[in-house]
């Protein structure tokens, strides 16, 4: 079946400005999670959504972050104002199963972000 | 919280010989182990997980990797390189959490060149 799917897969943008990226989970996926990969560095955690719980954005790194998931399926990662370092791959993932962290994470494409 | 140490950033290995990968983790109580591949341009892909049982693990792409709780340990192996293998690779714990979703850690991973 179709995979985690993220759009653009590219995106320059100038400083200062907004961006949106989208990230379609595995359908039936209740799981989904935002991670920012940055040159030379791992994964960074940034927002986990799980069913119609509340979202865990304790990995934003600033008030200019924020995502929503719309109808426990499609979310987009919106950055305000943006910044230099805001570059970096922004990578999504689903999952089936999140109970007693026996889950398996399937990973989108990402989303290169680079901002002039 | 739990961390992941992959304290080789880079290795070049010639094709045919044995690969080693070495991931360190720290967490208070018995993890969820992850090893990700990732190729230029590509998602990231899941190689191998441990959840339980057997600490030896086997994965696609001829991987496998063996949990030692003693040594805090999850080492990737692969008897035999081949060039196709050039990529990064991440290491990653995943934790349990009271309210029921893993929060998963990553490393910095490691770069694997080969070389014929």
């Known amino acids: 079946g179709a995979g985690v799917s993220q759009s653009p897969s590219n995106k320059v943008t100038e400083k200062g400005k907004d961006v949106e990226l989208r990230c379609d989970p595995i359908?039936?996926?209740?799981?989904l999670y935002w991670y920012r990969q940055s040159l030379g560095q791992g994964l960074e955690f940034l927002i986990y959504?799980?069913?119609?719980?509340?979202?865990?954005k304790s990995g934003l790194p600033s008030d200019r972050f924020s995502a929503e998931r719309t109808g426990g399926s499609v979310s987009t990662l919106t950055i305000q104002r943006t910044q230099q370092e805001d570059s970096a791959v922004y990578l999504c993932?689903?999952?089936?199963?999140?109970?007693?962290?026996?889950?398996?994470?399937?990973f989108g494409p990402g989303t290169r972000l680079l901002v002039l | 919280a739990q961390s992941v140490t992959q304290p080789d950033i880079h290795i070049t290995v010639s094709e045919g010989a044995s690969l080693e990968l070495r991931c360190n983790y720290s967490?208070?109580?018995?993890?969820?182990l992850f090893w990700y591949v990732q190729s230029p341009g590509q998602g990231l892909q899941l190689l191998l997980k441990?959840?339980?049982?057997?600490?030896l693990v086997q994965g696609i792409k001829g991987f496998e990797a063996e949990f030692k709780r003693s040594q805090s340990s999850f080492n990737l192996r692969k008897p035999s390189v081949h060039w196709s293998d050039a990529a990064e690779y991440f290491c990653?714990?995943?934790?349990?959490?009271?309210?029921?979703?893993?929060?998963?850690?990553f490393g910095i991973g490691t770069k694997l060149q080969v070389i014929p």
């Open positions: 359908s039936g996926h209740t799981a």
């Open positions: 993932a689903s999952s089936s199963l999140a109970w007693a962290g026996q889950e398996t994470q399937y």
């Open positions: 967490y208070g109580a018995t993890p969820y």
């Open positions: 990653a714990v995943g934790a349990g959490k009271s309210g029921g979703y893993q929060k998963v850690t």
């Open positions: 441990y959840f339980s049982g057997d600490t």
């Open positions: 959504f799980q069913g119609n719980s509340a979202p865990d």
